[in-house]
C-alpha cells in the first residue's frame, strides 16, 4: 500500500494551496482519511480527518473555515484544498489513513494510522 502526496509549494499569506493524495494498492472507501503536518523543531500535529462510512469531517480548530478535506473514492484519492493561508500553516504535510472506520477520539491520533504519504512541504511567505 503507498500513499502519494503532492501539491505542496510556496505560497504568499493568503493564497490557496490544493493537496492531493493518492492510493494505491487497496481502497481506503470505508475508512478514515487523515492530513497532518509538522513544523521545523515542532511535533506533528493533527490538520482535518474524514471518516468515510458517515462522512465525518473533522478539523483542528486553526484551520475551520479555511481548509476543506474533500475526496474522490472513484480515484481512491483525497484532497485538502487550502484558503487564506498563514506563515503558521508553513509545516510538511502528510496523508494518512486507515482502512477502518474510527470513532473521533481516534481520529485526531496520529497512532491510529497505519498508513502514510511521504509528505509535501507547504511554504506561505511573501
Known amino acids: 500500500v503507498q500513499l502519494q502526496a503532492s501539491g505542496g509549494g510556496l505560497v504568499q499569506p493568503g493564497g490557496s494551496l490544493r493537496l492531493s493524495c493518492a492510493a494505491s494498492g487497496r481502497t481506503f472507501s470505508s475508512g478514515t482519511w487523515g492530513w497532518f503536518r509538522q513544523a521545523p523543531g515542532k511535533e506533528r500535529e493533527f490538520v482535518a480527518a474524514?471518516?468515510?462510512?458517515?462522512?465525518?469531517?473533522i478539523y483542528r480548530d486553526s484551520v475551520k473555515g479555511r481548509f476543506t478535506f474533500s475526496r474522490d473514492n472513484a480515484k481512491n484519492t483525497v484532497y485538502l484544498q487550502m484558503n487564506s493561508l498563514k506563515p503558521e500553516d508553513t509545516a510538511v504535510y502528510y496523508c494518512?489513513?486507515?482502512?477502518?472506520?474510527?470513532?473521533?477520539?481516534?481520529?485526531?491520533?496520529?497512532?491510529?494510522?497505519?498508513?502514510w504519504g511521504q509528505g509535501t512541504l507547504v511554504t506561505v511567505s511573501s
Open positions: 494518512a489513513a486507515a482502512g477502518f472506520g474510527m470513532i473521533l477520539s481516534t481520529m485526531r491520533s496520529s497512532e491510529t494510522y497505519p498508513y
Open positions: 474524514i471518516r468515510q462510512n458517515d462522512r465525518k469531517t
